[in-house]
């Protein structure tokens, strides 16, 4: 839905819509209006659905302070006929900022996601604001100060002016760093080593705090995937296949390893008994049947791997360099 509306707008107002580089967790509609970059998408702030919006304007230009400059931002009339709404919600205001160099505004939504038209109307809003309180960004540097020959890039998820030198440098350190990158070494026998000593770690203060609670939070398996799969991404440095498969194999470990430690603590504290190798060995013999003899067996695997599996997707190794994507006004998605 985010997706799709966000390429209505960037349609409706000449925007450019980016999938990757984008300011809002990668992907966003991403243009200038006025002399002004904006950024808009369908998101979310934190559990909260939200239409994220952001307008800059050029730095240390703001004629008022943040503070003044942000009060009348909430009680500007023109944004607040363009959202539908009488005032902004607590938690709307309480996220709105302005900044020396831009200004975000959060239009959250529960049901219905505000159509693009109404977001058109608030972003012009926005830019009538931000032209009253400050200056565009025009077509100077932001970079380098020049006056002329900025173009519109997203850089790092910021829409910026950058003059053709500064991009070009930008680009060649790019280059240098992922040269340098190619040529590193991936650390397989470190990596499966961090990743087994976190593994082990993660199991007995995982057992450890369901025996102290009395309670398993599966919840908590989504940490230990998480915690895996990064240690040993970072002792690594560069995932193989291996490494993914590893961590699978040692978040699956570690899950059920908590679980036989807590399992084991229970029966000994039942029994009135210290944990030794032979009640290992007759908790060992039936853990199969205990463990999946309910749902939170299965859900305490489940979360584990959806943890390894978040670790290693949103926290992929990319060569090192400043995300740069030039910014087309007017191209399609």
């Known amino acids: ?16 819509y980016l999938e990757e580089g984008g300011p809002f967790a990668e ?3 991403v243009g200038a209006k006025d002399g002004f970059p904006i950024a808009v998408d369908w998101t979310k702030r934190g559990k909260q ?18 503070e003044e400059a ?26 709105a900022c302005v900044q020396g160099d831009r200004l975000n505004l959060f239009w959250d939504y529960s049901f219905g996601a505000p159509k693009p038209q109404a977001v058109s109307a608030a972003v012009e809003a926005l830019v009538r604001f931000a032209a009253l ?15 002329t020959g900025g173009m519109l890039y997203c850089l790092e998820g910021t829409p910026q002016s950058v003059c053709g030198a500064c991009s070009g440098r930008i680009e060649a350190e790019n280059q240098e760093k992922a040269r340098a990158w190619e040529g590193v ?6 990596g499966y080593a961090a990743g087994a000593v976190a593994a082990t770690l993660l199991a007995l203060a ?3 705090i369901a025996f102290m609670t009395n309670r398993i939070y599966v919840a908590l398996a989504l940490g230990i995937g998480f915690c895996v799969a990064t240690a040993l991404r970072l002792a690594m440095r560069k995932v ?52 999946f003899s309910n749902s939170s067996g299965y859900l305490s695997l489940l979360f584990g791997i959806v943890g390894a599996v978040a670790a290693l997707t949103f926290l992929k190794q990319k060569p090192p360099g400043r995300g740069m994507v030039r910014v087309q006004p007017g191209r399609r998605a």
């Not at 944004?79 to 938690?91: D, E, N, R, T, W």
């Not at 309180?133 to 006056?147: S, T």
Request: charged share 20%.
């Open 185 to 190: 070494e991936p650390r397989p026998l470190l």
């Open 27 to 29: 992907k966003g509609a």
């Open 1 to 16: 839905m985010g997706t799709k509306n966000g390429r209505a707008l960037a349609e409706l107002m000449a925007l450019d």
């Open 206 to 208: 995982w057992g450890g």
């Open 240 to 291: 193989t296949f291996g490494g993914k498969i590893a961590t699978f194999l040692l978040t699956v470990f570690s899950v059920l390893a908590g679980d036989f430690f807590f399992i084991l603590l229970s029966v000994a504290k039942e029994m009135h008994v210290s944990p030794s190798g032979e009640l290992v060995q007759r908790v060992l013999s039936h853990f199969a049947a205990i463990e």
């Open 133 to 147: 309180h400050a200056q565009p960004v025009g077509e100077g540097c932001d970079l380098c100060g020049a006056a």
């Open 49 to 66: 659905a939200c239409v994220a919006l952001s307008v800059r304007y050029k730095r240390g230009s703001l004629r008022h302070t943040p």
């Open 70 to 95: 942000r009060a009348a931002l909430l009680a500007d009339a023109s944004l607040l006929q363009a959202m539908g709404k009488k005032k902004l919600s607590s938690a709307e205001q309480k996220a």
